[in-house]
C-alpha cells in the first residue's frame, strides 16, 4: 500500500516495485506524466487499520466459523472465478 501511486488523468494504478509504468514518469495507458498518492498510503494509516482488523474483524472470522456460517472466497483466484464463488455463497442465502 505504501508504494501504490495513480494516473491523475485516467486513475490508472501503480506501484513503486511491483507494477511501475513501462517508460518512468509516463502512464502506460494514457500518456499523461502527473501521478498522485493518496493521502491515506502511509504505514501509520497501514497499522492502524490491521489493528483494527485484529480488534475488529478477526473474533468475527471465528465467531461464524464455530457457527458454521462462515463462507470464504479465494480472492487471489481470477476474476472469473471470484465473481462465480461470490455468486454461489449469495445464491445459497
Same mark, same amino acid.
Given at each position: @500500500?505504501?508504494?501504490?501511486? !495513480?494516473?491523475?488523468?485516467? =486513475?490508472?494504478?501503480?506501484?513503486?516495485?511491483? +507494477?511501475?509504468? +513501462?517508460?518512468?514518469?509516463?502512464?502506460? +495507458?494514457? =500518456? &499523461? !506524466?502527473?501521478? $498522485?498518492?493518496? #493521502?491515506? #498510503?502511509?504505514?501509520?494509516? *497501514?497499522? %492502524?487499520?490491521? $489493528?483494527?482488523?485484529?480488534?475488529?474483524?478477526?473474533?468475527? @472470522? &471465528?465467531?461464524?466459523?464455530?457457527?458454521? +456460517?462462515?463462507?470464504?472466497? #479465494? =480472492?487471489?483466484?481470477? @476474476?472469473?472465478? *471470484?465473481? %462465480?464463488?461470490?455468486?454461489? *455463497?449469495? &445464491?445459497?442465502?
Amino acid at each position: @500500500i505504501t508504494g501504490r501511486f !495513480t494516473c491523475a488523468e485516467c =486513475g490508472e494504478g501503480y506501484h513503486e516495485v511491483y +507494477k511501475r509504468p +513501462k517508460q518512468d514518469g509516463v502512464c502506460d +495507458k494514457c =500518456g &499523461s !506524466t502527473q501521478f $498522485k498518492r493518496r #493521502d491515506d #498510503d502511509n504505514e501509520e494509516t *497501514v497499522r %492502524r487499520r490491521l $489493528k483494527a482488523y485484529h480488534e475488529l474483524t478477526e473474533p468475527l @472470522i &471465528s465467531y461464524y466459523a464455530q457457527t458454521g +456460517k462462515l463462507r470464504t472466497v #479465494d =480472492g487471489m483466484a481470477d @476474476i472469473a472465478t *471470484v465473481n %462465480r464463488q461470490i455468486e454461489e *455463497v449469495l &445464491s445459497a442465502l
